[in-house]
């Protein structure tokens, strides 16, 4: 008996864990309102990157060249600021992919028009391999996950996270 309440205690938590996945949560929360890119098409390509993590985030580590806008505290002008062509192709990321689809869907309401949001966040970015930087814009290891929960969609990295 004992064997048999082990044996499915391990089953059920491999069921739990393999529901726990960027594709279940991205379902779950995203519309695809704003079309994905994965991290391999956006290292093949020219975009403006957008931040939309909050600044504590921000600061731990960020692709490179990233322009930083938020989320809680999301300001339109810095993007229409930094792009007056609103046909520029734009990649908005966060950590998996959900605050930067709502953003995304804020440019899309500001007339752009080639807006893209990062499948996975910058957590799959650096799973794959992208090289991330800190406030001082040099390479580190380091990724804020936010928290403990989401920090399991972080296989590779160092996780920083409050709370």
């Not at 594709?23 to 890119?37: H, R």
């Not at 028009?113 to 799973?127: A, Q």
């Amino acid at each position: 008996m004992r064997l048999l309440l082990i044996t499915f205690l391990f089953a059920f938590n491999l069921m739990c864990n393999a529901q726990s996945t960027v594709a279940t949560v991205l379902k779950k929360y995203n519309t695809q309102s704003v079309p994905y890119i994965t991290s391999t098409q956006l290292k093949n390509n020219n975009y403006i990157l957008f931040d939309s993590r909050e600044f504590s985030e921000y600061k731990v580590s960020h692709i490179p060249n990233a322009i930083f806008v938020g989320f809680n505290h999301f300001k339109p002008e810095t993007v229409t600021s930094a792009v007056k062509n609103r046909s520029t192709p734009i990649v908005v990321y966060c950590s998996i992919g959900v605050r930067s689809e709502q953003i995304g869907e804020k440019l899309q309401k500001l007339g752009y028009t080639n807006v893209h949001n990062l499948y996975g966040g910058i957590f799959e970015y650096k799973n794959n391999g992208g090289t991330v930087l800190n406030q001082a814009n040099k390479k580190t290891d380091s990724i804020h996950t936010y928290n403990k929960q989401w920090s399991v969609y972080l296989k590779k990295g160092i996780k920083i996270y409050e709370n």
